[in-house]
């Protein structure tokens, strides 16, 4: 529990600090030699005499905001398609829906992004029109398993049409033992997001993102490696702390299903 709360505050301080600046705006200057860390310029400058410091914390920022977006759009598609699946499990639907995911996963998911990103769509929008599959393959199981229980049945003996008791008492209560699929797919969003901007599919040249400040390291390599680097650490720092805490969640998950299945088979004892 220590450690993820020590890995869930990581993650918000680094995540505050990178909104804060997620707007700093960026002035560029001539082109010059990168100088390194100094009581000026803390994490050092770069060719055209741009603060490491300030261009790391608006490239996190950017990176995360597209991150974000691209989560929250992947959360709507893949619950909502995952309710019509529930609703019309194994019937004409879900079989379309089964169809374009079976599509959608014969392909790899990074060659699937980098080909929406080609095509000129933001990297937000290719990682939603991806990474719905992850939440739509859990919750539509669930969601059908759910609908079976008394809780749902007795809201619709009380009235309750389908789909209201699928959205207010269904929904939310899957979503609850979800958080670490949640948390991971964060993860795995954030990692597909640096490298489309370390290929140069991200935002324009002279707009800070983090995968854009890795790529310096094929022109600087370790000679200016503090232009780079801050870039590198914070993502491995990122990712990290989600995992750390994806990982807490789901054995958390674990356990407490764990003491449920034992108090259940003391019970019926």
């Known amino acids: 529990m220590v450690r993820f709360r020590i890995a869930i505050l990581g993650f918000l301080v680094l995540a505050g600090s990178m909104l ?10 001539q082109e010059l030699e990168p100088r390194p860390p100094s009581l000026e310029h803390l994490l050092g400058t770069a060719q055209f005499d741009e603060d490491i410091l300030r261009w790391t914390l608006s490239g996190a920022g950017y990176t995360l905001t597209q991150v974000l977006i691209g989560l929250a759009g992947a959360f709507i598609i893949g619950v909502f398609l995952s309710c019509l699946s529930a609703l019309k499990y ?15 996963r014969s ?11 080609a095509m000129g769509i933001s990297t937000a929008v290719a990682l939603a029109g991806i990474y719905w599959l992850a939440f739509w393959r859990v919750l539509r199981v669930q969601l059908h398993q759910e609908m079976n229980k008394g809780y749902y049945l007795s809201s619709l003996s009380l009235g309750s049409s389908t789909g209201r008791s699928l959205v207010i008492h269904l929904v939310p209560n899957v979503l609850r033992k979800n958080i670490a699929l949640i948390v991971s797919v964060l993860a795995e969003m954030m990692t597909a997001e640096c490298a489309l901007e370390f290929l140069g599919l991200g935002p324009p040249l002279d707009v800070p993102s983090l995968g854009r400040q890795v790529f310096w390291a094929l022109d600087y ?7 780079w680097l801050p870039a590198a650490v914070v993502i491995v720092l990122a990712v990290a702390a989600l995992q750390l805490a994806a990982n807490v969640l789901s054995s958390n998950k674990d356990r407490a299903r764990t003491v449920n299945t034992g108090e259940g088979s003391k019970s019926d004892g």
């Open 107 to 117: 392909f790899p998911g990074v060659l699937l992004v980098l080909l929406f990103a």
């Open 90 to 104: 194994q019937g004409w639907l879900d079989s379309i829906i089964i169809g374009i995911a079976e599509t959608l």
């Open 221 to 227: 390599s370790f000679d200016y490696a503090w232009t």
């Open 20 to 29: 804060l600046f997620s707007f700093v705006p960026f002035l560029g200057a």
